[in-house]
Nanobody
Framework: QVQLVESGGGLVQPGGSLTLSCKASGNVGFRFTNYLMSWYRQAPGKERELVAEISRDASSAEYITDSVKGRFTASRDNARNTMDLQMRDLKPEDTGVYYC?????????WGQGTQVTVSS
């Protein structure tokens, strides 16, 4: 079992910045590097979408959602079992609940989500 806790959400004006964090923990034998880590988001009235995936060794990140490319930076710290999402030049359409996700083989785990609201 894996526990994921997101933090860092809030209300920000358009053009502003936020950094989200996800802290992972697990039972005895938990190894963070076994997990493919991802950020998802869900806007009001829309389906949850994959925003970015980070490789297990933290060497690369893939941004799935075109609208965030060049504005969002995903990273992970395998020594601290954490993953971050740095967001800049935020737009109202970035509003939503942001979720941390961990996958290994056929299992996946979700955090509770953190709300990001971009509004003036």
């Amino acid at each position: 079992q894996v526990q994921l806790v997101e933090s860092g959400g809030g209300l920000v004006q358009p053009g502003g910045s936020l950094t989200l964090s996800c802290k992972a923990s697990g039972n005895v034998g938990f190894r963070f590097t076994n997990y493919l880590m991802s950020w998802y988001r869900q806007a009001p009235g829309k389906e949850r979408e994959l925003v970015a995936e980070i490789s297990r060794d933290a060497s690369s990140a893939e941004y799935i959602t075109d609208s965030v490319k060049g504005r969002f930076t995903a990273s992970r710290d395998n020594a601290r079992n954490t993953m971050d999402l740095q967001m800049r030049d935020l737009k109202p359409e970035d509003t939503g609940v942001y979720y941390c996700n961990a996958k290994v083989f056929r299992a996946q785990y979700w955090g509770q989500g953190t709300q990001v609201t971009v509004s003036s």
